[in-house]
Every structure is written in C-alpha cells, then in structure tokens.
C-alpha cells in the first residue's frame, strides 16, 4: 500500500513530510478496505498463483494458524462465513500443509475477487506478470501511483530480476532469475499436491487464471 502524501496519515510521521510512504502487509489484507479508507492509502495488491503459493508454503514448512480466523466472529459470520466449516476443522485438527495453503489461499483471494469489484481504483496485479515483464510493469507502476522513474531505478530493477541475477541465502538481499521463479512450483509440489491444489482452489482461481 502507497500513500500520495503524509498529509493523511492521520498520526504524526513528521520525519515524512512531503514524501511517499510505503507500507507492505500481507497480513493486513482482510483489512485493506479499512485501513484504505482510515488513512487515505492508494492500494497495490498482488495476486500469487495458487501451486506457487502452496509450492512456497510448502519449502518454508510455514503453517497457518486457522483458530486466529475461527475466534474472530465478525469474520465468521461475514466474508468468511462461506468457508467457516472448513475453518473449524481445520484449526481443530492440524491439516497437511498444502491442504493448508490451498484453503488459505482460496479464503484470502476470494476476498480479492470481492475488492476488485468493489474498488476499481485499486491497483491488482499477477506476480507472474511481473515477473515475465519486471521493467515494463514496474514502470507502469511507478507512472500509476505517481512516482519518479530514474534509469537508477531501471538498473536496480534489472540487477534483481535479470537471468544473470543471483541469491545468496545468508543475505537479505535476494536476487533472482524472475523468469525462472514463475513455475518453481512444478518442482517443489508432487503430482498429487498440484492436482488437490488445483481442485481445491479452482472455483476462486478462475477468476484470476485461466486452465
């Protein structure tokens, strides 16, 4: 999420006067109509791929814990209501981590679907596309929310998404093939694992990707 100016911020960030904010939150994002419409946020929100999240999840042995959902009752019996059975099972009973990722992944981008229709002003795009067309999609970024493209900004940019580009696990400074990165997947989920991804998530990632 990206703010035009700290003039709306509505708590004292004097140390950003007359410049942009931006604060990333995956986790905010049931939230992101709240916090948008509070703090006057212009909003970017990623769409991953079902398999690469799940894929993701998976290699990081990242769990989800599904009771934090089930407490919260305004959830439950509002935009979550639909999923509130398998919520319950699956905070009452630790469930295989792609199984996990594949309900998580269709709770949370069923909301998405939701905020595309309901604020068209906000910006969504597909990381695989960014990651097809690193340079020309974060132009068009950058030209959409109002920020100054340098060619020092273009080389950074190429510098961490180019073929050549590499990683290095003991630096927080990671460089990636962005290419290569877009069906990682294919190696981290097992045959079995794609197929329950895709039955599980299919009726939200239609909306988002086609077969």
């Known amino acids: 999420m990206k703010q035009h100016t700290s003039a709306a911020l509505r708590y004292s960030w004097h140390r950003f006067r007359d410049r942009k904010v931006l604060w990333k939150d995956s986790i905010a994002l049931l939230s992101a109509e709240s916090l948008a419409e509070t703090f006057g946020l212009d909003v970017l929100v990623m769409i991953r791929h079902p398999a690469a999240f799940a894929g993701s999840l998976k290699k990081k042995d990242w769990t989800f814990p599904f009771e934090d959902l089930h407490a919260q009752t305004a959830l439950m019996e ?5 999923y509130a059975r398998e ?3 699956f905070a009452s009973v630790e469930q295989d981590i792609v199984d996990q990722a594949s309900l998580l992944w269709t709770i949370l981008y069923d ?5 595309r229709e309901r604020n068209p002003e906000w910006t969504f795009v597909r990381h ?12 068009t970024l950058y030209e959409t929310f109002g920020l100054e493209w340098t060619p020092s900004i273009e080389s950074t940019i190429r510098s961490y998404s180019s073929p050549s580009a590499w990683t290095d696990p003991n630096n927080e400074e990671i460089r990636r ?8 997947w294919k190696d981290r989920l097992t045959e079995d694992e794609i197929q329950r991804v ?14």
Do not use: M
């Open 78 to 82: 509002g935009p979550l209501s639909e």
């Open 87 to 89: 919520i319950e099972q």
């Open 111 to 115: 909301v998405v679907s939701v905020y």
């Open 128 to 139: 695989e596309d960014i990651a097809r067309s690193p340079v020309s999609t974060f132009q």
């Open 177 to 184: 093939d962005s290419q290569r990165v877009i069906f990682n």
């Open 198 to 211: 895709r039955e599980r998530t299919a009726p939200v990632a239609s909306t988002f990707y086609s077969e």
